[in-house]
Nanobody, 115 residues
Framework: QVQLQEFGGGSVQAGGSLTLSCVIT????????MAWYRQAPGKERDWLAS???????SYAPSVKGRFTISQDSSKKTSYLQLKMLKPEDTAIYYC?????????GGPGTQVTVTS
């Protein structure tokens, strides 16, 4: 059974940085595609970034240039580096993985950005 767990959330001041990680356990294959989403209070879950085969990335316009997605060579861990954080980045951040990028998901990690 494939399970995902996010790490690295916390509280940071505006302009600061955080690095989130997502670890996959279980499953028989490496997860070629991994992605990150976030959901702010009272809002829908938004896609942020995806990475395929550890080298092909794509980003939502709202975070391009500030967030960086990466994946380790085992394809069992992905990272989301958050820079120049703003209060509006406050949300629960979720990672997903799988053949369709979102077949499996983690419980999320809270990121709070204070002004």
């Amino acid at each position: 059974q494939v399970q995902l767990q996010e790490f690295g959330g916390g509280s940071v001041q505006a302009g600061g940085s955080l690095t989130l990680s997502c670890v996959i356990t279980g499953g028989s294959d490496n997860q070629r595609c991994m992605a990150w989403y976030r959901q702010a209070p009272g809002k829908e879950r938004d896609w942020l970034a995806s990475i395929y085969n550890a080298d092909t990335t794509s980003y939502a316009p709202s975070v391009k240039g500030r967030f960086t997605i990466s994946q380790d060579s085992s394809k069992k861990t992905s990272y989301l580096q958050l820079k120049m954080l703003k209060p509006e980045d406050t949300a629960i951040y979720y990672c997903t993985a799988g053949p369709g990028c979102a077949n499996y998901g983690g419980p999320g990690t809270q990121v709070t950005v204070t002004s």
